[in-house]
């Protein structure tokens, strides 16, 4: 389940810290990114690999959006409508919804209001949660089913159970009004059937908002999972026997849908080890379906142009041009991680195909319109990216280079690559071109990711590249080129002998201010390790022994999930000679050391970003003239966010601490109830305000003097994160920071 953040090690470190600064960091799309001719609409959306489609008015504007469920990191991407019918990236609405995780999330409207509510899987994917939309003017959610059970006759009740590969179908087959369940499950000895649960909501009450269900049939269809080109096969519903030793279940996903204008519902369906939808035709009524496999469609629209999206297709029916008729999203539903290296998976570029639906909802008849719909907008490498930022050629500006995880395709791999985009733009306004998809021809060496970092190491006046791997070692690729023109050559593999065991994540930078570049490198347990270098700007000299290990007497595995990425800067504030350190965490935590006096020191954050997005790297570029750092975040998910001020804070040395004495919230990290004291003055109002770690303004409100004793606040409701409370009275401030953690 995701990301319970590690508040708990964070609070120990920093609760009686008095922190320099508020960072004020917010997402930005505000640099242009081409693709070809194409300027890409939302460029720093973060990327997608297996999302679930849904439809839902984000911004409560009468217009249908698009929320997309990301499983592969359990996170969230927003699409709005526009009123010219294209799509903008919402990347704030999120911290309106409930937490949601597990193997899917699917809007559907269940009690008949006209608003999409929220079917999720729940704890370890046994019931479904079910979240009422209440929105007003603002997205809005309430919990009102959670592990949802059904009934069965003469038996016991079960939870929903949606194995971790799977898609329910959410439908109202009976045509009550009501919405009922299609899902596979397993009677007694008999596996892998479908199971029609009913919605008995409408019979006993009249309304369609009890989520009352009952098993009705416990082999709709009359087919099975199996080894077939249908990936199902005809089965006698005897649920007394055991089935033959040819079944299988990696995962399938199920959309209902009436296909053929029969007034009955079809299914599309999506299987284990294929690339490919299947439709399944029945030839029956909805709530005893019988399925005819002889019509079945395996390369499902074989009308048009297939769908090619592995693997475990799932098709999403909704509509995404406007014109009132659903259309087809088609994209891969299972997730691309270790336990399945060893066979094809998803292929995590372009993954949603976009099918306009040129016939009814009825009848419908999808034309492929676009492979990747909404991933084709952004910045895209695959799966994981590991950006870095240098001039390439020459002209002053810094360009962007973003490295990737290999993974396996239907047919052969495909290995960790390196992406470059030219900055076109200039030294006010920078603007990415694409310009090469396998940047130094890395792909031959079967890298299992590659994370660049370039500095000057042989004093030659161009940029080296180091990068660091999965295997947990470097190599050291020399510029045989020039500053305008480079030429990458493999000059040392596992560079130095620095070895951190699993994965290494290096960066280039001149800690000691020596003018010679040193190198810093995180690896898998959450470390950061400093290297010297003890040779000359010409020739370069690191020990395989750091100088600094566990830099900081840093390590964030159990907090934050480690696979730690650094980014040390001397940018980051308006003196511009403090130094600072950025790591980026698994768990989508970067927390933010300074300014540091002696990085020889034991190091304690004074502050945090929290994004939604798992696996993240980092670095920083000055992107807009101003000197001051903007952040290029990667992610699991291939993509990348960039992250500019969202304020102009003056921060230094000698700025008033966002903690002090006069102040005091306990307990604190909270659960939501927090008890506020602060000291006041009689007769006085007092003005009590939450702003979230961006600076904007979560809550506020007005007590008066003698209540600001013991005084009680609830944060039950707002998304885990550091706080910082200010509490002002007659033109005094008072402010303190609180960690919020279920």
Known sequence: ??????????????????????????????????????????????????????????NVDGLSDFYAYERDGEVTRLFIRESNGKFSADMTSHKLLPTLDGSFVLFRDFDGDGKKDIFSSGYNNFGFDVHRNISDTELKFELVKESLTYSRLGASSLYFTVPSNDLPAIDDFDGDGDLDVLVQGQVELTPF????????????????????????????????EYVSQTGWTEFVCDTGRATSSRQRHGGTTITSLDLNNDGVKDLLTGDSYSPYLRSLMNINGNVDGVIDLSLSDTTFPAYNQSAFVPTIPAAYIEDVDGDGVNDMLVAPNQLTDGSTSYFDTSITKQVDWYYRNTGSNLNPNFELEQEGFFSSQMIDVGARSFPAMVDLNGDGLLDLIVGNEGYTIYGGTAPASL?????????????????????????????????????????????????????GIL????????????????????????????????FIFDLNLDGILDLIVGDFYGRFHYHENAG?????????????????????????????????????????????????????????????????????????IILDATLTSMTGANLFGDFRDELVVGQRTGGLFLLTRAKEIAVGINEKPASDESINLFPNPTSGIVTLNVETELNQPVLIRVMDISGSLVFSKTIDADKAKNHSLDLSSYADGVYIVSVTQNGRQHRARLIKSR
């Open 475 to 506: 190599h050291l690729f020399r510029n045989d080129g020039t500053a305008q023109n480079p030429s990458f050559v493999l000059d040392e593999a596992n560079f130095a002998g620095i070895d951190y065991d699993l994965s290494t994540h290096p």
């Open 193 to 224: 059937v479908l199971l029609y649960i009913e919605n008995q909501s409408m019979d006993l009450y009249g309304t369609a908002d009890s989520l009352k269900f009952r098993l009705v049939n416990s082999c709709w269809g009359h087919v099975r």
């Open 419 to 471: 992406t470059y985009y030219i900055n076109v733009g200039d030294t006010n306004n920078a603007a990415f071109q694409l310009e090469d998809e396998n940047f130094a021809n890395l792909k031959p060496f079967g890298y299992g990711y590659i994370h660049p970092t370039f500095g000057d190491l042989d004093g030659d006046g161009d940029n080296d590249m180091v990068i660091g791997t999965d295997q």
């Open 1 to 58: 389940m995701k990301k319970l953040l590690g508040f708990v090690f964070f609070a120990l470190l920093t609760v009686a810290v008095q922190a320099q600064f508020n960072l004020g960091f917010k997402h930005s799309n505000q640099v242009p990114v081409v693709h070809g001719t194409d300027t890409l609409d939302f460029p720093w959306a973060g990327g997608l690999n297996n999302p679930q489609f849904s439809t839902v008015d984000i």
């Open 536 to 608: 000359t700007p010409q020739v370069h000299d690191f020990s395989m022994n750091a100088t600094l290990f566990k830099m900081g007497n840093v390590q964030t595995f159990h907090a934050f999930g480690g696979e730690s990425s650094v980014y040390f800067t001397r940018k980051l504030d308006s003196v511009g000679v403090n130094l600072y350190i950025l790591q980026s965490n698994a768990d989508g935590t970067i927390l933010v050391y300074g300014p540091i006096v002696d990085y020889t020191a034991p190091l304690v954050p004074q502050d945090s």
